[in-house]
């Protein structure tokens, strides 16, 4: 019976593995992201004041690929071009790229179409 080589471990004063340091670095990427003002401009120039009948809702959301007007908990910023992956500290340069484009690069998709978008790109 064969013994598993144990991971290495060369982050973080060795507890950290390679996985999990590009983990790291992508998660704070993303992170940082939230705040990137093109990605919330996308947000707001394709809102109207609500129209439903729940007075609480302020805003409503078009969805650019079925049109369609929902609340804000229902779309989400999608990325045009996906950002791909990190795996290695040779991809960070072209993920950042991708992560922080201009408005050109977003669109405001509902849940059902980024669900949709994001199984064809997989």
């Known amino acids: 019976m064969s013994k598993r080589k144990p991971t290495p471990k060369p982050y973080c004063n060795g507890t950290w593995t390679h996985a999990r340091m590009m ?5 704070g990427l993303r992170r940082m992201s939230l705040r990137w003002a093109p990605k919330s401009q996308c947000k707001t120039d394709a809102r109207r004041p609500s129209q439903s009948a729940n007075k609480r809702l302020k805003w409503e959301y078009q969805c650019a690929q079925c049109n369609e007007w929902k609340a804000g908990k229902d779309v989400a ?13 040779d991809d960070l340069p072209d993920f950042v790229r991708r992560l922080f484009v201009e408005s050109d690069g977003f669109v405001l998709l509902c849940e059902s179409c ?3 978008e994001h199984n064809e790109q997989r």
């Open 23 to 27: 983990g790291f670095l992508r998660s």
């Open 77 to 89: 910023v999608h990325h045009v071009v996906p950002c791909g992956e990190l795996r290695c500290f």
């Open 114 to 116: 980024h669900k949709e």
